[in-house]
């Protein structure tokens, strides 16, 4: 079972005793490894264990340069010791370069989502869910056929033979199953006339909605939304980015601004719909 504290301490007492470090050197070493205890992800995957320090990052954005490569030669010179010492297959994530840029989408809050759920339409309601409730571009919306829905995975396709999958909470599930039998749709999920919406018709029945109860949104802004509110609930970032669909959890970090079936339990802990067993009233 992992541990890290217990590996901390077997560090910092392989600094001190074999490798002879001064009292000053451990201290500066331990005050930058209880920071990471305190706030870092460290679990295991695939026989590898991983050590996500982008929440220690994050916090530490503002530091100066010098700060920050200290931490970061700290936390490697940990790492360097798990896999050389140990004999441990350890990675480190979030030690790579962070930019935030100057404007971030103001994520919507949890609330007004759900009053804007509560009356909107069954179709609006179910654009609705599918951009918050599983952080969809409203591209991979408009674009998502019948095919690629179970009752437990929605597939998103992406560029070239790129697939990722995403957990289906039950509740949309049933809403997506009362929505094509209704509709019946023949190739793709959402479709006017027999043909696959458009994201300018599916932008405009979203915008439509938010206007009619004062809230200017976007599509993109569900998304940030989502990733947000999964971050701020306890969801890792590395599994967040999966879920985005992010080629880099450098992508992750911008895009949130940090304010299998690990993933599935992982994502029905974190998402605020799935804090209730209950379905959001229609």
């Keep these: 079972m992992l541990n890290l504290q217990e590996d901390i301490n077997n560090f910092l007492f392989y600094l001190d005793k074999v490798r002879g470090y001064s009292s000053s050197s451990i201290v500066t070493y331990d005050n930058v ?3 990471l205890l305190l ?5 295991k995957e695939d026989k590898e264990i991983i050590l996500d320090i982008t929440p220690l990052r994050l916090k530490n954005i503002n530091n100066s340069k010098r700060t920050i490569s200290k931490k970061l030669s700290a936390i490697r010179s ?3 010791y798990m896999k050389e010492q140990q004999n441990l297959s350890i990675k480190l994530i979030g030690d790579s370069t962070i930019k935030v840029p ?3 989408p103001k994520p919507i809050d949890e609330c007004l989502i759900s009053e804007v759920l509560n009356y909107a339409s069954k179709k609006e309601h179910l654009i609705i869910a599918l951009l918050y ?7 991979e919306l ?6 690629d829905i179970s009752d437990e995975w929605i597939q998103i396709r992406g560029k070239g ?7 289906l909470l039950k509740s949309l599930f049933n809403e997506l199953e009362d929505y094509i039998k209704q509709e019946t749709p023949t190739v793709f999920l959402l479709e006017k006339e027999g043909k696959k919406m458009t994201v300018n018709q599916i932008r405009y029945l979203f915008n439509k909605i938010f206007k009619k109860y004062g809230i200017k949104a976007t599509p993109h802004q569900l998304r940030h939304s989502y990733a947000t509110h999964m971050l701020h609930n306890g969801a890792r970032i590395s599994d967040v980015s999966e879920l985005l669909g992010h ?3 450098v992508s992750t970090q911008i895009y949130t601004k940090l304010s299998s079936n690990k993933k599935l339990n992982e994502y029905s802990m974190a998402h605020p719909l799935c804090q209730s067993n209950s379905t959001i009233k229609q």
Aim: net charge positive; no cysteine; proline share 3%.
């Design 33 to 35: 490894l209880k920071e």
């Design 39 to 43: 706030i870092g992800h460290y679990y």
């Design 78 to 80: 940990f790492i360097k």
């Design 102 to 104: 100057q404007t971030l």
């Design 133 to 139: 409730g599983l952080g969809l571009r409203i591209s």
């Design 142 to 147: 408009s674009s998502l056929k019948l095919g």
């Design 161 to 167: 033979d790129k697939v990722r999958q995403l957990p």
């Design 247 to 249: 080629a880099s959890m």
